[in-house]
């Protein structure tokens, strides 16, 4: 399973970008995906979390009310809407795929197949 991630860029505050993860090698359907997000001198944090069936979400804290995660198993694809960003969402933010894994976890340990990430700068 290979995961690609596109969509970052250099947004102002206040502003969205919108990411998109696109799934190879497998079938999408299988796999719970959660994206996480690491900025400088900072440990991996998870971000958002989509369930592989019933579309179950989960957010951290931070973005609960501004991200939004979604997916088109037909398009093997999933996507984070952000809006409203921040500073502090500075980060490159890397999706993930789980085959299995607790429902709505943001932890990293559950997930086996990651993408390279993509670079999110939010900056006047």
């Known amino acids: 399973l290979q995961l690609v991630e596109s969509g970052g860029g250099l947004v102002q505050p206040g502003g969205s970008l919108r990411l998109s993860c696109e799934v190879t090698?497998?079938?999408?359907?299988?796999?719970?995906v959660a994206w996480f997000r690491q900025a400088p001198g900072k440990d991996r944090e998870g971000v958002s979390y989509?369930?592989?069936?019933?579309?179950?979400?989960k957010y951290a804290g931070a973005v609960a009310d501004r991200f939004t995660i979604s997916r088109d198993n037909a398009k093997n694809t999933v996507w984070l809407q952000m809006t409203s960003l921040k500073s502090d969402d500075t980060a490159v933010y890397y999706c993930?795929?789980?085959?299995?894994?607790?429902?709505?976890?943001?932890?990293?340990?559950?997930?086996?197949?990651w993408g390279r990430g993509t670079q999110v700068t939010v900056s006047s």
């Open positions: 993930a795929a789980a085959y299995t894994a607790p429902v709505g976890t943001l932890q990293a340990k559950w997930f086996e197949h």
């Open positions: 090698g497998g079938t999408l359907d299988d796999y719970a």
């Open positions: 989509i369930a592989k069936i019933d579309d179950i979400t």
